[in-house]
């Protein structure tokens, strides 16, 4: 899991982010409901944290479980994250599908790769 929960990482240049390809984590699970997509994803517990949470949940498992729900549009997004397309192909399909500006889709769908990533659920692989 500690390859999806890289922190602090430096920043790339615009084009070179959006030619990288998201890759699901493969720990995520997702279910379908009337609001969108439910993700399900595994994230470590702090050590500092850990007493509380042993305490609170009396379970002694470093890892809980946290759940993100996807509306329409964020679910399509997840959806199109097939661990070949890059960002920017992406971005061109959800404009399509939303009419949207190619700059504006970019910026969307960039900002939502990006708090994937931050949660663990999507790493970005550089394209080939």
């Given at each position: ?9 430096p ?21 379908r ?6 993700l ?24 809980i ?5 996807l ?56 394209e080939e």
């Amino acid at each position: 899991m500690a390859f999806f929960r890289k922190r602090n990482q430096p920043s790339i240049p615009r084009q070179q982010a959006l030619a990288c390809i998201p890759v699901r984590n493969p720990e995520a699970g997702q279910h379908r409901n009337d609001e969108g997509i439910l993700l399900s994803y595994p994230v470590e517990v702090k050590p500092w944290f850990q007493g509380i949470f042993r305490r609170v949940a009396a379970r002694s498992s470093p890892v809980i479980v946290r759940k993100l729900q996807l509306d329409a549009m964020g679910g399509s997004v997840w959806e199109m994250i097939d661990n070949r397309r890059s960002v920017r192909e992406i971005a061109e399909i959800f404009a399509r599908r939303n009419g949207l500006g190619s700059r504006e889709a970019e910026i969307a769908v960039s900002a939502f790769v990006r708090e994937l990533g931050k949660r663990g659920l999507v790493a970005l692989r550089m394209e080939e």
